[in-house]
């Protein structure tokens, strides 16, 4: 049976340093030592290596989503996952426009048209459109806000 990694984690803080700089450069076998790299992030590194390991690699749309979800808590103070659509891989979006049929492929990161990846739903639909769109909007995944429904700002002029 392993050890489990938090345990592993404090036998680390608790070495010597220059047992902790072995460690570092055993996990990081492609990379040089950096001079002076502090005890908390030589730590922290090999930590980060270890459970990496264990779980898996973070994926870039994963960072890119804690970013986003970071910067709305900082913002408001709240998260809105209600609202937030989320399609899973494979999944086809079509959307008929001026007369031409559109489909969109959901991918694991991004999405697929036009035998080309895109980010967002947003840069496609400007690419069919020539103008911005909102993305979820374009594609019927967003609905307008309903006319009996009013935003603050839209009371506060009333």
Known sequence: MSVPIKQRIDELARLPLEDLRSEWQR???DKSLPNRLPRDLLLRTIAWKMQEKQFG???????ARL???S???SGSGSLDLEREIRLKTGTSIIREWHGQTYRVT???EGFMWNEQR???????ARAITGVRWSGPR??????????GQNSASELARD
């Open 27 to 29: 996990w990081h076998p």
């Open 57 to 63: 690699h973070v994926s870039s749309a994963l960072i």
């Open 67 to 69: 970013d986003k979800l």
């Open 71 to 73: 910067g709305q808590l």
């Open 106 to 108: 959901a991918l694991d």
């Open 118 to 124: 895109f980010e967002s739903l947003s840069e496609i």
């Open 138 to 147: 374009f594609f019927g995944l967003k609905q307008r806000r309903r006319s």
